[in-house]
């Protein structure tokens, strides 16, 4: 698939791991989201979510791949599309940068303990 950045995604159809978007700070600097997995079917809406990253990143001005080289997420955890028309730098998925160059993986989660409580499972990504 042949993807022009920056774009504004509407479903997570055009999402994959790697893709980064700014995130302007009050300060005038600038973080870095980052597209760690597309969710499938198993979450609440599998069309518009996906495994999102903040990377330990801060500029002066928005993230390019050579900028955000080497970096690492501080948090992981699964947003909607609308986190990045909310947070992103003209709501755009504004570049790609794959994850192994960086050796970025999804984080490991506990599930939800459902009927048994003690009873989950450890799940990756």
């Known amino acids: 698939m042949s993807i022009t950045y920056p ?3 509407k479903s997570n159809s055009s999402l994959f791991a790697g893709q980064f978007w700014a995130i302007p700070l009050s300060n ?9 997995q597309v969710t499938k079917s ?3 809406s599998p069309t518009r979510t ?3 990253g903040l990377l330990d990143w801060l500029g002066e ?3 390019s791949s050579e900028l ?3 970096r690492k997420t501080i948090a992981q955890g699964v947003a909607h599309v609308l986190a990045i028309h909310e947070t992103g730098l003209g709501e755009m998925i504004t570049g790609f940068r794959p994850l192994d160059l960086d050796e970025v993986e999804a984080d490991y989660f506990r599930s939800q303990c459902g009927y048994q409580p003690g009873h989950c499972k450890l799940m990756k990504g």
């Open 7 to 9: 774009f504004k995604p």
């Open 28 to 36: 005038g600097q600038f973080a870095c989201g980052r597209v760690i």
């Open 42 to 44: 198993y979450t609440v």
């Open 50 to 52: 996906f495994l999102a």
């Open 61 to 63: 001005t928005p993230p």
């Open 68 to 70: 955000i080289a080497g």
